[in-house]
């Protein structure tokens, strides 16, 4: 059987979530951190074995912006996510507490409950431990009754992992692709809903009037004009770096500046009365950001 499912990696800034998704595809480490911009893609193939069937999943792995103030971002792209691997740092325990505050309210509220498997990461500064694998459990044994029976018995839902030097991290990815098999979960929102879900988002993120929530949603509404979001992403990189933006902290000239530069791009696949409606509406946007 061959199945195909949709996961993300959640999680605050800088927990590692680009580094675990480098070495479990590719067994690489990078010693530095790059901010993740909007969102980006990898797959990797995996077999899980039944005793009826083996299936030859294939994960669409997700690597979602760490800030909690993306929500349109996060929104649009939960929408059809199959299961989730939840990322906090061992040297931070805030990074602990917005899991449960900000990441897994976020995500449910977007799709029905799936599958989570919780990472606490950089399992290899141990002199830096700022909490427990206890901790971690206790909030992970809330999630997940549905789906751990589904687990053999060499495999949890929590680990301490490293992307530094590997370890663990086969098995969180393992136990995810055991209980997303076993889901039954319902089929993604109808179109209607998503567009719903998507101009709700918009609109939450446009009532706060800050950098951070009118970039989010530029971003989203740059992507609403293509049919897959993974087509757009290296667009939005490449233009949000060009205006020289922190997605961390963006200023008002940087957003201004990439409201050009979004406009000249549409160009080449947007007729001229959608470029100009588009351009106006987001200078409109970034003109309420209060200084």
Same mark, same amino acid.
């Not at 997700?62 to 929500?71: A, I, N, Q, R, T």
């Given at each position: ?53 083996? &299936? ?178 290296? &667009? ?18 940087? &957003? ?36």
């Amino acid at each position: 059987m061959n199945l195909k499912k949709k996961i993300v990696l959640l999680g605050d800034s800088a927990v590692g979530k680009t580094s675990l998704i480098r070495r479990y595809v590719f067994d690489q480490f990078q010693d530095s951190y790059i901010s993740t911009i909007g969102t980006k893609t990898t797959m990797k193939e995996l077999k899980i074995p039944q005793e009826e069937e083996d &299936i030859d999943l294939t994960f669409m792995i997700w690597d979602l912006v760490g800030s909690e103030g993306y929500h349109a971002v996060h929104t649009r792209n939960f929408v059809g996510v199959n299961g989730a691997i939840l990322v906090a740092d061992l040297t931070r325990k805030e990074t602990l507490d917005t899991l449960e505050r900000y990441w897994i309210p976020s995500l449910f509220s977007v799709v029905e409950n799936v599958p989570l498997v919780f990472a606490c990461n950089k399992s290899d500064l141990k002199l830096q431990y700022d909490f427990s694998l206890g901790d971690l459990t206790d909030v992970a044994t809330k999630y997940n009754a549905e789906f751990t029976k589904a687990l053999p018995k060499y495999l949890t839902t929590e680990y301490e992992t490293s992307a530094k030097t590997g370890d663990n991290v086969e098995l969180v990815f393992e136990s995810l692709g055991y209980m997303v098999a076993s889901s039954k979960r319902k089929e993604d929102p109808i179109k209607e809903l998503y567009e719903g879900l998507i101009a709700q988002s918009i609109k939450r993120s446009l009532e706060k009037d800050n950098p951070i929530s009118v970039l989010d949603a530029i971003i989203v509404d740059f992507c609403e004009g293509f049919e897959d979001s993974r087509l757009a992403m290296p &667009i939005l990189r490449e233009l949000i770096n060009r205006a020289g933006i922190d997605i961390r902290s963006p200023s008002k000239g940087g &957003i201004l500046k990439l409201i050009d530069y979004l406009a000249e791009a549409e160009t080449e696949f947007q007729d001229e009365k959608t470029v100009k409606s588009s351009f106006e509406k987001r200078k409109r946007w970034a003109q309420g950001i209060e200084k």
